[in-house]
Structure formats: C-alpha cells, structure tokens
C-alpha cells in the first residue's frame, strides 16, 4: 500500500470540516468504539492516499467528494505502481476501499456529510493467493543455522527465527511480546498484539525454547538499556525490537543461504503451516495456532502442501515415473464404497485410507 513517506499528509489540520481533522475524529470514534490500536493505524494509514489523490484536485473536504470522484480513484489505485513497478495486490486496494467506505460511513453517520458517496462502491475481486515462498525442512534448517549465536545480536537473531518458525508468529506479534508472555514451564507463549486484538495462547516446541532461554541468560541481560524494559526482544540500542527490524533479519539470512528467490520472515509462518499440515495437522489446529479468524485463510496452504497428492500421483498416474525403472508398473485406482484402494497405505488429509496395487492384480485376499 502506498506509504507515509511516498504520502505525506496534506490539508488544513486547523479546519474543522476537513479530511485532516475529521480522519482524526473517526480514529477517536473508532478507539471509542474499542477497535484495536492497530486498526485504527491502518485505517489512517489507507485514507492518506486518497487524501493526497483529493488535494492534488483541490478537494480539500470529504462533503466535496462525490461517487465519481471515488470511482476515479479507484482506477488511478488500479494503475499505481509501486517504487518496482508492480501494481497494487488486489487485496491491498480492496482494503484501501473497504476504509474509504468506513470513513465516510462515519461521516454521514456524524452528520458532517447527507449521505456516503462510497456506499456503492464495488470492491475489487481478490482471488486467494497461495504463498509466493515457502521453504522446505531442509532450506529452514539451512537459514536457522545461518544465524551466528556466537555474538549478542547473532544469538537473539536465531531465538527470534526459531521462535517464528515453531509457533509461525506474525511479526507484529513478535515485536509486541513480553518477558512474562514466555511461560517456559508450560512451553506455551501468549500473544498479546494479535491482529484483530485476537489474544491467544500457542505452543512452544522444546528447541526453539532451549534458543529463547538461551538469549534470555546470555544475551537480553546484556543488551538492556534498563531494568525496566519488558520486551522480549531487543535491538542493538536495548530497546523493542521492531518489526521492520524483523523483516530486515528474515531477509538477510534468506539473502546469506542463496536460496534464488526472495523472502522476509513472513516465510518461516508459511513453512511452519505448510510443515504441519504435511505432518498431519488437522487445518483446524493450524488455524488456531496461526490465530487466523476464518479457516478459508488457512486452507491457502492445503494447496501448497502437495506431499500426499503427489504420493497419490505417483502411485496411479501412468505417466508418473520413467519406463524402464523397477517399481514404475502401470498402476490403477479402484474406488469402493467411497474409498480408494490400494496395495501400501496412504493417509489423505480427509483420514481416507489408501492402497496401491498393479494393474491386472486385485486387491489381496484371505
């Protein structure tokens, strides 16, 4: 989404009636209606583009704004390329959208304005996109071991990946942890700046906790800047850790292995659901554990984790494996009941049971 820097606010902030003013007056009406601090960032944040957008056409007040004029922002939101020229995601401007009609919802609803020109506003679609990186076990092995802990920084840069990797965090949840947020006796973590303000409690697994009481004992103790700072994590100067600073860090050790794409730490929250549910999570416990708040988000990585379609193609595909090789014999699926049947059992992620046999062989019988 276009940015403060690319987007500095515009506008009189002493004029009662306009956009500056009154975005403040839906903030305040939104901290009053007990939305998160978070959304209503965010929800500022959104509007300052098409602020901007208006001030450049000299539409200093949200009453001066009718349905044309926001249909031709959201073309212009259509056509704005970002600073590597790739357009907007269509979730991204779909957000955008959804606080334009929020904002001037409030305002009818305050009386500043008769009627919302953005009550007709169509959102544009957004299909579900998977995830443009996930790392194998393997590659995850790789960058955890890419972290140095023979240094402070080094030693806090593995807890931190370790942590996101086992309880796949976001990183905003990372940057608002506290000391007493670790519960080591119990291996559970509670997250408290969860999005939506949806407070939760997760697991911890045993390695990443031996790193995080490892940092606490060797390296946070040296790098406070005083006894009074709570957060679990800390940067160079002794003070929360913040999440740029983590994407910063997930993008230098993905840099320092040479995998050939690019990535943040938002990829070690992918590949610990795609490694879950590989493993045979049900997506349900995966949804609770990545705190999402409808499941259709976490069935995103049912479609990258491919491990059992791909045994299931192997083992019925006549194309599958090359002629000539010992165990690639023409193989079929026989259906009964429901169910496949095969010779070596396969577990589908819906618990059906499977069994291969070859061609012109059926299934065993006593």
Known sequence: MPGRRKFPDRGDPGDPEGFLALRAACEESLRIGNYSARTVETFGARLRSFIVWCDARGLSR???????????????????????????????????????????????????????????????????????????????????????????????????LELLYSTGLRRMELEGLVLDDLHAADGTLFVRQAKGDRQRVVPVGERALSWLERYLREGRVKQAASATERALFLNKFGRRLSRRAVSMLGKKILRRINLGRAGAAHVFRHSAATAMLEGGADVRYVQELLGHASLLSTQVYTRVSISKLKAVHAATHPGAALPGRRDAWPLRAIVRHGRLLFDQPIDLPDGTVVEVFPVGRGPRTS
């Open 62 to 160: 949200p009453v001066d704004v009718d349905r044309a004029h926001l249909v031709e922002f959201q073309r212009w939101l259509f056509h704005y390329r970002k600073d590597d020229g790739r357009p907007l995601d269509p979730s991204t401007q779909k957000l955008v959208v959804g606080s334009l009609k929020l904002f001037f919802r409030l305002l009818a609803r305050g009386g500043h304005i008769r009627s919302s020109p953005a009550a007709e506003l169509e959102y544009p679609k957004s299909g579900l996109r998977l995830p443009r990186a996930v790392l194998s076990h393997a590659e995850v092995e790789r960058a955890l071991a890419a972290a140095a802990p023979s240094t402070l920084v080094g030693l806090r840069d593995r807890a931190v």
